[in-house]
């Protein structure tokens, strides 16, 4: 069998693997802000006066989308309103190279929203979401 076919054969794993890989990345931020805040309050915008409050908030919605993302479980909304938070954060961190990878990532996340449920999500399961 050729390499050609062999990659045919599991590029059905293609979306998976790309929802585990952005949940990942979305898990290890939403922990890092729950385990130590204080060095993201330099990263809000101006009017959240640096609130230690609102990066415990934004650190258990990235774990609660993620693990939603990880688990396949409304996928599509899911996976839209992660866009949008990243496009929320590009837009308050303004040119940079952090900005330059959240772009990359907001581009993943919209691709999966776009893409919507794979064959492994629970969406499928559940709601017969083809």
């Not at 952005?22 to 609130?51: D, Y």
């Not at 396949?72 to 308050?92: A, E, N, P, Y």
């Amino acid at each position: 069998m050729r390499l050609s076919e062999k990659i045919d054969k599991i590029k059905k794993y293609s979306p998976v693997i790309l929802r585990f890989g952005l949940a990942i990345v979305f898990l290890w931020f939403g922990f890092s802000q729950l385990k130590n805040p204080e060095p993201w309050t330099g990263l809000l915008p101006g009017f959240l006066n640096s609130s230690v409050a609102f990066i415990y908030f934004n650190g258990i919605f990235e774990i609660i989308f993620a693990f939603l993302l990880m688990i396949g479980l409304f996928t599509r909304v899911v996976s839209f309103i992660l866009g949008l938070h990243l496009v929320g954060i590009i837009f308050s961190l303004g040119y940079g190279a952090v900005a330059v990878r959240d772009v990359g990532l907001a581009i993943v996340t919209f691709s999966i929203f776009l893409h919507g449920a794979d064959e492994f999500c629970l969406d499928k399961l559940l709601f017969k979401k083809y």
